[in-house]
C-alpha cells in the first residue's frame, strides 16, 4: 500500500461578461505545469507549480455544434482536461482502488464547467459514467459481470439531501452514520442500478432538476451548496481457482461550494473573527486539507474530519482508501484577484497531501459471511434490552450532523435492514437485479414535461448556476386562464418567498399569451415591475416575489440565433431598469467601483428574500445594500466591499453585516420562513448555539433577524496624517468621524507627537527644522513618536460604552483604547509610543498616507414604552416606499476621502514651516545689525536660524556681544542640537580682498543669510564628496556665481565644508554651503 500525493490541477477560463463591463485586465499566466498571477497594482508575481495547468482563457474556437476546440496547441478543451484527469479516475476505478475527484474555487470561476459542463461540452463526470459503459462491453464477453450504481447528494447548510428522492427527510436530510470497515456513510441515501449510459444521463437530469426545484422553492444559493456525485463499480469474476471474486471501487465526483465562503468574515468590533463560520463545510475542509499536509510533513496533527459533514464524507478521499484529484477553477481578472490567489494557495496546500489507496477485491463468499457476522451482532444488541457490550458499542457509532453519539433499537434495526438487504442483492445476479431496477423505474413525469416542452409554449426557469437553468418547464397547455401562486388551488405551483396564495394569471387566447399580476403580487417583466396587463414575447425574462427567475419559451418562435439570457443579464436588466445602473453612470466610475456595483447587485435578490420574510413573519427589520471602502473599514489596502446595513425600524437600533454574515443568516432566516409555511408556526428552538465553553456550555435558542444591543458597533472613522511627523514637528487635530453612509458622527482629538530616544515628546527647542529632506535626514534611521487620543463627541445619544482601535500600517498589533461607559462624549486618555526604522515604503505613508481610528460603541436598547409596535412590517416598507432595488442600494463611495484631509494636513505643514522661516530671518536680522558690518561667525548665523524660541536667541546673542572681538577660532558658542550628526557646520568669511564692501554690508549679508535659510528651508540641495561639484552642477554654480557678482551688491563668501562626509550643499559666491 504505497503512499501517492493527491494530484492538483489548475484551469483559468475566459472572461466572463461582468469582467468584460469591469474592463478587468488579464493577470493569470501559465508556463508548462507552473501558473503565474501578478498582483494588479504592484505587479508582483506568484509563481505555484502543480501536475497539471489549463489555459482555457483564450485559443479556442467554436464548433459547429456549439464544442469549444483548442485553435492553438495552448488551449485546454474539455476533451483533453478528461483524458488527464478523468482518464486517470477511471483507470484507478478499474483496478479496483477508490477513486475522487473534487473541485473547488470561487463562485463563477468555472468549477461546474469542468465537473459537469454545459449542453456539447461535457464536463468529466458525463464522460467518466460514458467511458465506464464504453469499457464494461469488452469484459462481458470475457465472463466479468460490470455493476454499476449511481448516487446523487447535496450537502446544504449542514443537510444532506438525497437528490434522487427529493421527498425523503426535506427538513432533517440523511443522517450521516460510521462503519468501521467503510467510514462515515448517508443512510438510506438512494443508490440506482444502471444498465446503460443513458440510464445515467436520466439520472442526473433527475439529480440536477430536484436540486434546482430545492433551490428555487427554498431560495438557496446554489453556489453555497455542495453535490456529491457517487459512482460505485463492481467487477464480479472467478479467479484461477474457480472461486467467485468481487472488486468494488467507489467514484466519488464532488463540486464544492463557492470557495469565498470559507473567507474570514471581516473586521467588525474588536476585529477578532466570529465564532460561527459562513460555510462550515468549507472551513472544516480547510482545516483537514492544513492537518493533513502537516502530516504528510512529518507532524503529528489531529485531522478534524468530524467538524463537519462534507470532511466526513470525503474522509476516505483525502486521508483514507482513495486516489485523489483535485481542480482549483480561477478567475483570469484582476478584480477577482484576492479570491484567486486564496485558490492557488488552497491548492498549494492540498498537493502536499498523501493517500494510501488499497485495491477493493475480496470473494464474494467472505463479503456475506461478514455481514452474517455483523447482523449476528446486532440481533444480540437488539435482544440485549440495552445493556451493550462496549466493543460492539464502538462497531455501530450513530454519528449525526451535531456530533452526538447514541445507540437505539431504530438504529441499529435500520442497519440490520440494510445489511439484509445487501446479502440479498450479493446473491442476486446482475440480469436479476437489473430487471427489478428496470420494472419499478418506469417513464419519469420529468422525461414526458421535457419532451412536450420541445413544442409546447412553457416558462423556463434561470439559475445563478448556468448548469442548472432550463431543468424546470412548467408548461402552458390549452387556451384560457392559468392562475400562478403557491401549491393548492393554483394551476402554476411556485414555491418559495414572496409567492403569493394567488400570485398572477397567464391567459391564452389564440396562442396569444398575456399575464398580470394580482393582490398587489410582485410579478417583473424584462426588469420592470408589471403595472397592468401585458402580452407575452418569445424570451420575454419574469421574476415572480423574490427570486423565482423565469423566461417565456415560444418554441415556434424559436431560432438558432436566439439569446440564451443568463441569471447575471436578468439580474442587470433590473438594475438598468432601477436607475441602479447606466452606461453614463458607468463612464464615471472606477474599475473598483464597477466591480462593487456589480456585487452590490448579485447581493440584492438576497436582500429582497430577507426584506420579503421580515413582511411575512412581521420581524420589524429592513435590509439594505451598502458599499463601504478600505479607508471606513480602517484597512489601508483593499477594494470596496459590499456590507448589508441591518435596521430594526422598531427599536431604533442599526448594524451592518459583511456579506458573508448576512447570507450565512439569510440561509437561516429562509428556513425559519419554510417551517413556518410548513406549519403555521414560528419554531423559535429552530437554531442552536453555543453559549459558554466547554462542559458549561449550553444550547440557546438564537433569532436570526436579531443581533444584540451588546454586539459593538462601528460608529465610524476618524483620520489623521502624519505628514509633520517626518520633519519632527506635531500634528494635533480635531478630526471628524464619518460614519459608514458617508455622515459626520462626530469628533475627536487626535496627536501625533515625535519624540526622542528615551519616548519623551520631543520640545520646541529639540523639535527645530533641522530635518529639511526627510529621504535623506530620516531613511533607514529609527524614529520615534507617540499617538495620543484625547476628548471625543459622538452625535448621536444611542452609543455608549465606546472605544477606539487602530493598526499601525504594516503592523499585526491591533491597538484599543480603554472603553468609556455611560457617556456619549467619552475622553481616552490614551497615549502610545512607537518607534519604526525609517523605510522607503514607511515614509511614503508617512508623507502620503493617514492613520484610522475606528470608534465603536454598543447601543442603548430602548425601554419598552420607547418600542414602536404599531405599525408592522409590511405597513412600514409601504409608508417608506421600499419597494425597488434602487431604495435599497447606498451611494457607491470612498466614504473617507483621504485626499481633502492631506491638502489640509500639506497645508498646516507649509504654514508652519513659513512661521519659522520669518522667524529664522527676524533673529538672523537682528545678529546683523549687533554686527555693526563686521565679520560674523557662521556658528552664530547657525544656531540663530535654529533657534526656535525668544529664550534660545536672546542667550546666542548676548553671547555674541560678548565675544564677537575675540579672534573667530574662540568665537564659537555650544551649537544648538549639535550632537545630531546630520547638522551641517558652516565657516562664512567675508573676502578681506573684496573692494565692494562698503556701509551696506551689513544689509547685504542678511539678504545672502536670508538666501541660505530659504534654500535651508526648502531644500534645495546637492549631493558633493568633500566640498568638490561635479559636471552640470558645477557649470550651473558657475553661472549663479556670475549673476551674484554682476549684481553688485552682495560680497563674494568663501564656504568651507568642514567634514570630507557627503553634506547637503548650496553655490553662493566663490563656495559653497554645506
Not at 62 to 74: I, L, R
Not at 722 to 744: Q, V
Not at 1020 to 1034: I, P, Q
Request: glycine letters at 6%; a neutral charge; proline letters at 4%.
Amino acid at each position: 500500500m504505497a503512499e501517492e500525493n493527491l494530484k492538483v490541477a489548475v484551469r483559468v477560463r475566459p472572461f466572463n461578461q461582468r469582467e468584460k463591463d469591469a474592463k478587468s485586465k488579464l493577470i493569470v499566466s501559465m508556463a508548462g505545469n507552473q501558473t503565474i498571477i501578478s498582483h494588479p497594482q504592484t505587479k508582483e508575481e506568484k509563481k505555484y507549480a502543480y501536475d497539471y495547468s489549463y489555459w482555457s482563457h483564450d485559443s479556442f474556437k467554436t464548433e459547429s455544434n456549439g464544442y469549444f476546440s483548442a485553435d492553438n496547441p495552448k488551449y485546454a478543451d474539455q476533451k483533453r482536461v478528461f483524458n488527464d484527469l478523468g482518464l486517470g479516475v477511471l483507470k484507478n476505478a478499474w483496478e479496483g482502488f477508490n477513486a475522487s475527484l473534487f473541485a473547488y474555487g470561487q463562485t463563477g470561476s468555472g468549477k461546474s464547467y469542468s465537473v459537469v459542463g454545459y449542453g456539447p461540452n461535457k464536463g468529466i463526470v458525463p464522460m467518466v459514467c460514458e467511458d465506464i459503459f464504453n469499457k464494461a462491453e469488452p469484459l462481458k464477453s470475457s465472463g466479468k459481470t460490470i455493476e454499476v450504481t449511481f448516487s446523487m447528494l447535496e450537502i446544504y447548510s449542514e443537510v444532506v439531501r438525497d437528490l434522487l428522492n427529493p421527498s425523503g427527510n426535506r427538513k432533517s436530510g440523511l443522517t450521516i452514520r460510521e462503519d468501521p470497515k467503510i467510514g462515515f456513510f448517508p443512510q438510506g441515501l438512494t443508490k440506482k442500478l444502471v444498465g446503460t449510459y443513458p440510464d445515467i444521463t436520466k439520472l442526473m437530469d433527475e439529480g440536477t432538476a430536484n436540486r434546482t426545484i430545492a433551490a428555487t422553492n427554498m431560495n438557496a444559493t446554489s453556489s453555497r451548496a455542495h453535490t456529491i456525485v457517487t459512482v460505485n463499480l463492481v467487477q464480479k469474476y472467478k479467479n484461477e481457482a474457480g472461486k467467485e471474486m468481487a472488486k468494488s471501487s467507489m467514484i466519488n465526483l464532488v463540486d464544492l461550494a463557492g470557495s469565498e465562503r470559507a473567507d474570514a468574515t471581516g473586521a467588525t468590533g474588536d476585529r477578532l473573527k466570529e465564532g460561527a463560520a459562513i460555510n462550515l463545510s468549507l472551513t472544516s475542509l480547510g482545516n483537514v486539507i492544513s492537518a493533513l499536509a502537516d502530516n504528510s510533513a512529518g507532524k503529528n496533527v489531529k485531522v478534524p474530519y468530524r467538524d463537519s459533514v462534507l470532511t466526513k464524507l470525503l474522509m476516505n478521499a483525502l486521508g483514507g482508501n482513495s486516489k485523489t484529484i483535485m481542480i482549483a477553477a480561477i478567475s483570469p481578472a484582476d478584480i477577482n484577484y484576492d479570491e484567486s490567489v486564496s485558490t492557488l494557495r488552497y491548492a498549494d496546500r492540498a498537493k502536499q497531501i498523501k493517500t494510501k489507496a488499497i485495491v477493493n477485491e475480496d470473494p464474494t463468499e467472505k463479503l456475506i459471511k461478514d455481514l452474517r457476522e455483523e447482523n449476528a451482532k446486532l440481533k444480540k444488541m437488539l435482544e440485549s434490552g440495552g445493556k451493550i457490550d462496549p466493543a460492539l458499542l464502538q462497531q455501530f457509532t450513530n454519528t449525526n450532523q451535531g456530533g452526538d453519539q447514541k445507540v437505539n433499537d431504530d438504529v441499529l434495526q435500520k442497519q440490520l435492514e440494510e445489511n439484509e438487504k445487501a446479502m440479498k442483492e450479493m446473491q442476486q445476479s446482475y440480469e436479476e437485479k437489473l430487471a427489478q431496477a428496470k420494472a419499478t423505474a418506469g417513464i419519469s413525469d420529468r422525461a414526458v414535461i421535457m419532451e412536450k416542452a420541445k413544442k409546447t409554449p412553457h416558462l423556463s426557469n434561470i439559475n445563478m448556476d448556468p448548469s442548472l437553468s432550463g431543468t424546470i418547464k412548467l408548461l402552458l397547455e390549452g387556451e384560457g386562464k392559468k392562475t400562478i401562486g403557491l401549491p393548492g388551488n393554483s394551476d402554476i405551483s411556485l414555491n418559495g418567498i414572496g409567492i403569493l396564495n394567488e400570485h398572477g394569471i397567464i391567459t391564452n387566447t389564440a396562442n396569444k399569451f398575456t399575464i398580470e399580476r394580482l393582490n398587489d403580487s410582485k410579478i417583473l417583466r424584462n426588469g420592470k415591475l408589471l403595472s397592468s396587463p401585458a402580452e407575452l414575447v418569445h424570451l420575454d425574462r419574469l421574476v415572480f416575489g423574490a427570486s423565482q427567475y423565469y423566461m417565456f419559451i415560444d418554441p415556434s418562435k424559436a431560432t438558432p440565433k436566439d439569446i440564451n439570457y443568463t441569471f447575471e443579464m436578468a439580474q442587470d436588466e433590473i438594475a438598468k431598469a432601477s436607475g441602479l445602473i447606466s452606461s453614463d453612470k458607468q463612464a464615471n466610475m472606477s474599475q473598483e467601483q464597477i466591480q462593487c456595483q456589480a456585487e452590490l447587485i448579485d447581493l440584492l435578490p438576497a436582500i429582497e428574500e430577507a426584506n420579503a420574510i421580515s413582511i411575512a413573519l412581521d420581524k420589524k427589520t429592513v435590509f439594505s445594500a451598502l458599499p463601504v471602502s478600505a479607508s471606513a473599514r480602517g484597512e489601508y489596502d483593499g477594494k470596496i466591499k459590499a456590507y448589508v446595513c441591518v435596521k430594526n425600524f422598531s427599536t431604533g437600533l442599526e448594524w451592518l453585516w459583511n456579506k458573508n454574515k448576512f447570507l450565512d443568516r439569510k440561509a437561516d432566516m429562509t428556513e425559519l420562513y419554510m417551517d413556518f409555511m410548513d406549519d403555521g408556526v414560528i419554531n423559535k428552538d429552530k437554531f442552536k448555539t453555543k453559549n459558554g465553553q466547554g462542559s458549561n456550555a449550553v444550547q440557546v435558542s438564537y433569532d436570526p433577524f436579531y443581533e444584540s444591543p451588546d454586539t459593538p458597533t462601528q460608529i465610524g472613522t476618524a483620520m489623521v496624517f502624519g505628514k509633520t511627523l517626518p520633519y519632527l514637528l506635531p500634528n494635533k487635530t480635531e478630526a471628524k468621524i464619518l460614519d459608514l453612509k458617508s455622515k459626520e458622527a462626530g469628533i475627536i482629538n487626535i496627536e501625533v507627537v515625535p519624540c526622542g530616544a528615551n519616548g519623551k515628546p520631543l520640545n520646541e527647542k529639540e523639535a527645530a527644522p533641522v530635518i529639511t529632506d526627510p529621504k535623506i535626514d530620516l531613511l533607514n534611521k529609527p524614529l520615534s513618536f507617540m499617538i495620543k487620543i484625547g476628548a471625543s463627541k459622538i452625535n448621536n445619544p444611542i452609543y455608549e460604552d465606546i472605544y477606539c482601535v487602530f493598526q499601525m500600517y504594516k503592523d499585526n498589533i491591533i491597538h484599543k483604547t480603554d472603553t468609556i461607559k455611560g457617556t456619549s462624549t467619552p475622553d481616552f486618555k490614551f497615549s502610545k509610543n512607537f518607534t519604526f526604522e525609517v523605510t522607503q515604503e514607511m515614509l511614503d505613508f508617512l508623507l502620503n498616507q493617514c492613520l484610522y481610528i475606528q470608534i465603536f460603541g454598543e447601543q442603548k436598547h430602548p425601554k419598552p414604552e420607547q418600542i414602536n409596535n404599531k405599525i408592522t412590517t409590511k405597513e412600514f416598507f409601504e409608508r417608506e416606499k421600499i419597494d425597488s432595488q434602487k431604495n435599497l442600494i447606498g451611494k457607491i463611495s470612498t466614504t473617507v476621502d483621504p485626499e481633502t484631509e492631506k491638502l489640509r494636513e500639506e497645508l498646516k505643514l507649509s504654514k508652519i514651516q513659513q512661521s519659522r522661516l520669518e522667524q529664522s530671518i527676524a533673529n538672523v536680522n537682528k545678529l546683523i545689525q549687533l554686527s555693526g558690518g563686521s565679520s560674523i561667525g557662521s556658528i552664530y548665523v547657525q544656531s540663530i536660524i535654529l533657534a526656535t524660541n525668544e529664550q534660545e536667541v536672546n542667550r546666542i546673542l548676548s553671547d555674541y556681544v560678548k565675544n564677537k572681538d575675540k579672534p573667530q577660532a574662540q568665537n564659537v558658542p555650544a551649537p544648538v542640537n549639535n550632537n545630531n550628526p546630520n547638522n551641517p557646520t558652516f565657516v562664512i568669511h567675508l573676502d578681506k580682498n573684496n573692494k565692494r564692501r562698503d556701509e551696506n554690508s551689513a544689509l547685504s549679508l542678511l539678504f545672502v543669510v536670508i538666501f541660505f535659510i530659504i534654500a535651508f528651508f526648502g531644500c534645495v540641495t546637492a549631493d558633493v564628496e568633500g566640498g568638490v561639484v561635479g559636471g552640470r552642477r558645477r557649470r550651473e554654480l558657475r553661472e549663479q556665481k556670475r549673476e551674484v557678482l554682476s549684481s553688485n551688491v552682495i560680497p563674494e563668501l568663501d564656504v568651507i565644508p568642514q567634514t570630507n562626509t557627503s553634506k547637503r550643499c548650496m553655490a553662493m559666491g566663490k563656495g559653497i554651503f554645506c
